[in-house]
């Protein structure tokens, strides 16, 4: 059975850029390298093929793994209807107990980005914050007890200050 995985269109389009840079660009070169230094003689002890050999196995895993993910993923775009109320793709400004602000996007598993505050949809946060309005609070469970924010803003561009 196909498993369908939820990204947005950035999300896919970056998935998509890796591969054709793996496929046109990184492993040709890496090829040509184990293909010089197999010419140098034994293989057993030469540094350079081994590791470029280690190297293109590994490209080819992210290769395969990228062209399989491609095709289980279903973009999932920013449609009219979803303005005012927190769905897949959203930006999410969420104001803490404590008045200190919290900037988050509901992204795809394969999207996340801790530095950028992207969360994934399966996400504890994410989950609670699904459906809700400008205006909400929102509990979620987390290891520690609960905490609880409250929805300051939704948007589905990112927001200019976070």
């Not at 998509?16 to 070169?29: A, G, H, S």
């Not at 590994?58 to 303005?83: A, G, N």
């Not at 404590?98 to 598993?109: A, P, Q």
């Not at 999207?111 to 609070?137: H, M, R, T, W, Y």
Request: hydrophobic residues 35%.
């Amino acid at each position: 059975m196909k498993r369908t995985h939820f990204i947005t269109r950035q999300g896919w389009q970056a998935l998509d850029q890796e591969l054709k840079f793996l496929w046109k660009t990184e492993r040709p070169r890496v090829t040509q390298v184990v293909t010089w230094a197999a010419q140098l003689g034994d293989r057993s002890e030469n540094a350079d093929y081994k590791e470029n050999k280690r190297l293109l196995r590994s490209i080819d895993r992210r290769v395969r793994y990228l062209m399989k993910r491609l095709d289980e993923t279903e973009i999932v775009d920013y449609h009219p209807q979803q303005e005012g109320r927190v769905y897949f793709g959203a930006y999410v400004a969420l104001e803490k107990e404590d008045e200190s602000m919290l900037y988050c996007r509901i992204v795809g598993t394969d999207e996340i980005d801790l530095k950028q505050n992207f969360i994934s949809v399966v996400s504890p946060l994410a989950q609670a914050l699904l459906g809700k309005e400008e205006g909400d609070e929102v509990l979620v469970d987390v290891p520690e007890g609960q905490k609880i924010y409250y929805i300051v803003n939704i948007q589905y561009t990112p927001f200019d200050d976070a």
